[in-house]
């Protein structure tokens, strides 16, 4: 019995020994694969910065006034807005999630575009007609025609999902990106735009906006490090402008969709 007792233990010391063993074999296997899935991980954590520059074109008029000026008229019809272009300090940071795809926020310097007012042909040849009754109105917009009345700030972070075209190897490789874009305006009269109103204080207030974006372009890489980039982006805004003073108010709204070249070197670690 003494002998059986003996193999026994042993036995089982043995299988202890053995599942103890085995345990660690599977555990620094264990380690080893998490170890391995996350050096592949934060080597597919490629981070890339692009510092450059934009060219705005914002294809914005706004619609016909709608509403009183500050001295209790009515606004006049074909009497708007157009937003000038602009250019502007570009950058962004992209995360590559694969060779192909990768997650890039977008932004720039909020630039300031020149604001002009525009008077249609037939405003300007009411204000022609002495014998219509707002014939000084009339005249009184056309005075300003063309001229900077104001100034829009503009800031408009954009997300975008991309798709880089050809191997990663490739030195040059199209990319199209879709994402969202948000918009947020602010206006300020000019010493012009002043005069528009005879000296009248006013507020402006502009909506934000939130759409849809798209961009396309092409990235050469100069090495493992540097690329120059070249962009088309656009996206669809819609605002509306309320304008205030002596207890009157009119609006007028903007759709547009801007045209934004863009030109970088981008920087990849």
């Not at 604001?115 to 009184?140: G, I, M």
């Not at 996206?235 to 002596?246: C, E, P, Q, R, Y």
Request: proline content about 4%.
């Amino acid at each position: 019995m003494s002998i059986l007792r003996d193999v026994a233990f042993r036995d089982s010391s043995l299988f202890i020994l053995t599942l103890h063993y085995l345990n660690m074999k599977i555990s620094t296997l264990t380690l080893a694969t998490v170890a391995t899935l996350l050096a592949g991980t934060a080597g597919a954590q490629t981070y890339t910065v692009k510092v450059g520059g934009a060219y705005i074109v914002p294809n914005a008029t706004s619609s016909d006034f709608s509403g009183q000026l500050p001295n209790g008229y009515a606004t006049r019809s074909g009497v708007n807005l157009e937003v000038q272009a602009k250019a502007t300090l570009m950058f962004s940071i992209e995360r590559a999630i694969n060779d192909n795809f990768g997650v890039e926020l977008v932004m720039g310097l909020p630039p300031k575009h020149d604001v002009k007012l525009k008077v249609s042909d037939a405003t300007r040849a009411a204000a022609a007609n002495t014998s219509n009754p707002y014939h000084a109105l009339d005249q009184h917009f056309v005075d300003f025609a063309d001229q900077k009345v104001a100034t829009v700030k503009q800031m408009a972070p954009t997300l975008f999902f991309n798709y880089k075209f050809g191997e990663a190897s490739a030195h040059c490789r199209p990319y199209l990106g879709l994402g969202i874009n948000y918009t947020k305006m602010d206006a300020d009269l000019t010493t012009t735009g002043e005069a528009l109103y005879n000296g009248v204080p006013m507020t402006q207030k502009l909506t934000s906006s939130i759409a849809p974006a798209v961009q396309a372009g092409v990235t050469y890489k100069i090495d493992k490090t540097w690329s120059v980039n070249m962009g088309l982006v656009s996206t669809f805004v819609s605002s509306n402008l309320t304008v205030s003073g002596n207890g009157y108010t009119h609006t007028a709204k903007f759709d547009f969709t801007p045209t934004v070249y863009t030109a970088s070197v981008g920087y990849s670690f």
